[in-house]
């Protein structure tokens, strides 16, 4: 991995974190949810760095089109009471801790397999089509109703109830 | 260190942010974020895997991560609108203060 590389790499794993950790602490509601969204581009780009662009697009479109925007509206429709009580429970900060260092403690202890990505990109619109229509075309039907269902329980649950 | 143990770190990383905010935020909408994270990170480590694993060209973590992306947009759909509902009854997201069943 020569530096070529390596500094986009860092360049979008700084990014990627940084935006991910202000969204956990940051106590304005808003900038945490724009600090999310930051993180989110982080990993569209890894996604396109990997080679998976389609994957990275989705990523953009659904997430920080979609997901952020509804974030954002949940945020502002919640208005909290002047009471409302702050702080947090800081024993989480350990829990987390100790779940990384278990994860990078595992990864240092497994040898991956040789690396051996495609020379060209596989990841082609046509090639993701293909597949959805003919190996995945359950899962495709499956993530259709699951999807359905969702909309209509999202609907259900926002819907102002008669009295 | 190659890059798909370095992908996997960052990954880690992600999740584990992603798992602190679930626990010490006391905002509802928050703890979504994280599980959005923590989703984030996991799709991260199809995709490397995928990348740099035995037969990329069958694409298989690829379409897993597509799949996953669809169930955890509707995952958020359905826990924002939750979240509405409860603030409707109780004008409150503060996860600690849902405690009318505690005894």
Known sequence: ?163 | MDKLSAVIAVSSVLFSIGLMAVITRRDAIFILIGIEMMLAAGNLNLVAFWWYGAHPELLTGAMMAIFTMAIAAGETAVGLALVLAVYRHRRTTQVDELNSLKG
């Open chain 1, 1 to 163: 991995m020569n530096l070529f590389h390596l500094l986009p790499f860092v360049v979008i794993a700084v990014i990627t974190l940084a935006g991910a950790l202000a969204a956990a602490t940051l106590s304005n509601l808003v900038h945490a949810a724009l600090s999310l969204v930051l993180s989110f581009l982080g990993v569209a780009a890894f996604y396109f760095l990997l080679g998976a662009e389609f994957i990275g697009l989705v990523q953009v479109i659904v997430y920080v089109g979609a997901v952020a925007v509804l974030i954002v509206f949940t945020i502002l429709l919640t208005r909290p009471l002047p009471g409302a009580r702050k702080g947090r429970n800081w024993a989480g900060v350990f829990v987390a801790m100790a779940v990384l260092a278990g994860l990078l403690w595992a990864l240092h202890g497994t040898t991956l397999p040789a690396s051996h990505p495609l020379a060209s990109n596989a990841l082609t619109v046509l090639a993701v089509g293909q597949k959805l229509m003919t190996a995945y075309v359950w899962p495709l039907q499956a993530v259709g109703i699951v999807l359905t269902a969702a909309l209509i329980g999202a609907v259900v649950l926002a819907m102002e109830e008669k009295r």
